[in-house]
């Protein structure tokens, strides 16, 4: 088995005889624990994991340590240790050593003072008045008159912390909604600087939709002034971001919101932040590994991903009307059959094709009328017509509304071929004096 101890240091707020974080740090870790494993448990001040199961997951045992470590310290983490049982985990975080494998288990523990285990605490000036130093001098002693002088528990959490006696825990459920505060070490006058503050819930919020299998497209952040206020600054204020499609990437919703916090003015110090997840989507793992043996579809993916990303930082740098792309929507007429929208706006499902035929890479503003030679439009040469016609006749419901004119259309398209201009998407219409022809469209 691999455990993992997390460590947390006392929390202000608590008494000083208590020693301990507050049970609200102790949650928020736990919470963003769950994302690596279901077997989540706090103990004392501590949250403690077995993720032995999941080292393959997440890509093997160094790239575990890696990710936990660098996690777990922008969440106040003092201390991470690794071993074979929670509670010598513990025991090894609370004494500074992070990797309990160096040596055997039993052999580590031995060289640890007694303050490391909480069962023995109590009784720490008996056993020093014995000679005892460390959990080993404790382990020497005859197990019969531990037993007898002092409570059970002392040879229990030793025989647990050891590995010769089965440990029970208390799993935490993963919430069903996310909602985390914080209280920041300083006053901030100016908004962006709130962002130092808000990563770490960001943090905490991503290891959540982890656990879930979910992303986020909608968060909020509040802000509550301090008490030395203005009477007309108010408690606080919120900023609310959303994303075009679920995200758990810390980073990139770090950007997002750093774009909308330099926008934003406090009017008074802010001295509280709290995180909620407004609107939560499932979302998908990334199948990469799944496809070791190609490199271009995984590179691929990589920049459609992040040019997706770096659309939505420009759309909240710029405004959500200056980034805009293309999309198609659900219209046979070939002028409407696209449209420009904002890039922050999540694009329309993909429709099915309208037609066997192929349409036209590039669409000319204005179709472009042909001449006709021998009742054979002409463009560069005489056409071929290749496949066709396919027919549309659409939009009587549809009127401009600024010359309040129709836009009807009666077509026939046929794909053309030109020995000098190439592949030609062009239609038959008629017209008040006869039927012509027109060149729409292109093929690149």
Known sequence: MLWTALLLPPSASQTPSSNL????????????????????AVSEDAVLMEVGASTRLFGGKRALRDRVVAQAKELGVAQVAWATTALGAHALARCGIENGFKKPLGVMLDALPMACLSAVRPHATTLAQAGCRTLGD????????????????LLQALDRAYGHAPEV???????DTFHARLELPFRVEHAPALLQGARRLLVQMCGWLAARHAGVTAFTLRWWHDAMRAKDAGEGGSLSVGTADPSRDVEHLCRLLAEHLAKVALLAPAGDLALTADQVHD????????????????DAARDVESLHLVLERMAARLGPEAVRRCVTREDHRQEWMGHWQPAAVPPPRKLPGSTSLPQPTWVLPEPLKLAVRKHRPVYQGE???????????????????????????????????SRHAGLLWIFQARLDDGTAWFLHGVFG
Not at 145 to 150: A, E, I, N, Q
Not at 169 to 175: G, I, K, T, Y
Not at 284 to 297: E, R
Request: hydrophobic letters at 45%; proline letters at 9%; aromatic letters at 8%.
């Open 21 to 40: 974080p507050g049970p609200d740090a102790l949650a928020a870790v736990a919470v963003w624990a769950l994302q690596f494993t279901p077997r989540v």
């Open 138 to 153: 404790v382990r020497a002693l005859p197990r019969g008159g531990l037993s007898r002088r002092f409570d059970k528990q």
């Open 169 to 175: 825990h208390a799993w935490e459920a993963l919430p």
């Open 283 to 298: 979302q998908a793992g990334s199948t990469a590994a799944l496809l070791p043996g190609l490199p271009g579809l995984q």
């Open 383 to 417: 056409l071929q017509l290749l496949a066709g016609p396919q027919c549309v006749e659409a939009g009587w419901w549809d009127r401009d509304d600024a010359t309040d004119e129709g836009r009807l259309v009666v077509r026939d398209y046929w794909l053309a071929e």
